[in-house]
């Protein structure tokens, strides 16, 4: 099992510009979330989706949209790249009954010049 | 969801027993502790969990006194590789109104040192 996978790893982009973050998960989780990470701090949830179907709003949802294509798959799409978008971006995935326990993916490194 | 208090950061050796306290005074009664670990570069990484007394699996010990305000992740005989930042989340695992959005702090910076 490939667990988590996030594509691309690397990104750099120019304001103004779109690009998706794609999400793909093997352990027939129902959840799956999107977390941004700055330097030196936690991570903050963007947006998160309880089930196929659903996607709800986190903590910090402003500038992005996702979409929960799947049961295995969950995008996270910037329409217009700011560069306090600049950050590096997990995908996660856990069982609605165990939200504590998530699988993280090895993260996409997003850069806004 | 309860405030997670912990160090920012701990310096330890090679070979030593690492012990990371985490403050929670308001932790509500459905709530467990769980720790990840995130390496740099890396996702975090679940490592354990509990709910009271003590827990342990291959990598870790959880210890969880009575009144629960507090726990204390145990790492036995640290290497260079158990060098990380280490989060206490505290949170209702089945919450009755909707997703329990886990708060990610700064966690604690562990070095291990030769």
């Known amino acids: 099992n490939a667990g988590v996978t996030q594509t691309p790893k690397f990104q750099v982009l120019k304001t103004g510009q779109s690009m998706t973050l794609q999400c793909a998960q093997d352990m027939n989780h129902n959840s799956m979330y999107w977390y941004r990470q700055d330097p030196g701090m936690g991570l903050r949830l963007i947006y998160y989706?309880?089930?196929?179907?659903?996607?709800d709003k986190g903590e910090v949802p402003n500038g992005y949209n996702v979409s929960r294509l799947n049961k295995r798959e969950f995008s996270l799409r910037l329409e217009s790249a700011a560069p306090s978008q600049t950050s590096v971006y997990f995908c996660?995935?856990?069982?609605?009954?165990?939200?504590?326990?998530?699988?993280f993916g090895p993260g996409t490194r997003l850069t806004v010049l | 969801l309860a405030k997670t208090t912990q160090p920012i950061s701990m310096d330890s050796y090679e070979g030593q027993e690492v012990n990371i306290t985490c403050s929670h005074n308001n932790i509500a009664t459905n709530d467990y502790i769980t720790w990840y670990q995130q390496f740099p570069s890396q996702g975090p990484r679940f490592i354990i969990q509990g709910y009271k007394t003590k827990v342990t699996n291959e990598v870790a010990s959880l210890f969880i006194p009575a009144d629960r305000k507090s726990s204390t992740l145990s790492l036995p005989r640290v290497s260079l590789s158990d060098t990380a930042v280490y989060y206490c989340?505290?949170?209702?695992?089945?919450?009755?109104?909707?997703?329990?959005?886990?708060?990610f702090g700064a966690g604690t910076r562990l070095a291990v040192h030769p």
């Open positions: 989706s309880a089930s196929e179907g659903t996607t």
């Open positions: 996660a995935s856990s069982e609605w009954g165990d939200q504590d326990t998530q699988y």
């Open positions: 989340l505290v949170g209702d695992l089945v919450p009755s109104g909707g997703y329990n959005k886990l708060i």
